[in-house]
């Protein structure tokens, strides 16, 4: 029962009980082919009692930080500061761990050589976004340029670093203002929890300098929009996504789905979609 249950499945422990891993979690406890719930890391676990009581089998609540030694796999879904404590543990003893938080990782970029030294393996999944299977198929030949535009409701923007330091007034807004127009990496400095879909994208095509992103707030959408353009040697190709934002006004509900998908697929038969 060291590395893998007695079945022969995959251990999975979620740190961040929030919008993205309470349903990751109840995923889990309802049945995925070959994995279960071992552990999750909470802030008050007095919070998140009737949340557990609600799981057919209650898993360990562990540190953060102990979490890779309690799973095969393990999913960060927690405030991006906390990244380094939940994957680096996980990947030192060649563990898997997936990464929703993935702005986090440009700060921490050192973590994938960390995982690669000793078997481990970090995952990135689409999340929010759409067409990482297109955008990673192009890269294998020459990707020319990747732009992307989001768009997000008032109350999806809401203290994000970006607007604080320029004392930006976005509650009074009454139409669409452009708040910022750069790299992929600058706008996760400015936007931590409201843009990870762009480092996400940058990953998967020509990286967090070249990849190009503006970033609107606008009174007049209700869902995240993400609209994206690639130019490439073998397709150009446009993609758009509207999320419906989950109780987390800033994460969209398909985040979740998008773990869930990735998961899925660890131990299935049949595996559609790069
Ligand atoms: N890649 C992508 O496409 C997307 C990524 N994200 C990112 O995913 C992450 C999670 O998002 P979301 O679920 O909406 O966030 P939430 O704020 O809903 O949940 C975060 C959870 O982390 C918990 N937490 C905070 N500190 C700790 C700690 N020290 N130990 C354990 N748990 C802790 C919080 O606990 P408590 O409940 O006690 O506050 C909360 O339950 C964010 O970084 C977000 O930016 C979001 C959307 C899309
Ligand atoms: O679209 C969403 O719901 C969330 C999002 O942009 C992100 O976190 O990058």
């Keep these: 029962m060291n590395e893998q249950n007695a079945s022969n499945g995959l251990r999975v422990a979620i740190a961040g009980l929030g919008s993205i891993g309470t349903k990751i979690a109840t995923a889990l406890d309802q049945g995925i082919e070959g994995l279960a719930l071992s552990a999750v890391a909470v802030r008050d676990p007095a919070r998140h009692q009737a949340f557990m009581n609600g799981l057919r089998r209650s898993p360990q609540i562990l540190p ?34 997936v990464v929703v938080s993935v702005g986090g990782l440009l700060d921490n970029f050192d973590l994938v050589d960390l995982a690669r030294a000793n078997g481990g393996r970090i995952l990135v999944p689409t999340g929010a976004l759409i067409g990482l299977d297109a955008v990673n198929a192009a890269a294998i030949g020459t990707i020319h340029s990747v732009k992307m535009v989001t768009r997000k409701p008032i109350d999806g923007l809401k ?116």
């Design 64 to 97: 953060i930080d102990q979490l890779g030694e309690a799973a095969d796999i393990v999913v960060e879904c927690a405030p991006s500061q906390h990244l380094r404590s939940i994957v680096e543990p996980a990947v030192k003893r060649g563990k898997s761990a």
């Design 159 to 274: 203290g994000a670093p970006f607007i604080v330091q320029n004392n930006i007034d976005i509650d009074n807004l009454r139409e669409p203002l452009k708040l910022f127009e750069g790299s992929a990496r600058e706008a996760a400095k400015g936007f931590p929890a409201n843009v990870n879909v762009a480092v996400a994208l940058s990953l998967a095509g020509i990286g967090p300098d070249r990849t190009r992103i503006q970033v609107w707030a606008d009174p007049t959408v209700t869902r995240n929009v993400h609209r994206i353009e690639v130019e490439a040697d073998s397709a150009r190709f446009s993609m758009g996504i509207e999320n419906i934002p989950s109780e987390n006004p800033k994460t969209g509900l398909i985040t979740a789905l998008s773990v869930i998908a990735l998961l899925r697929k660890q131990r299935a038969t049949l595996c559609v979609g790069t």
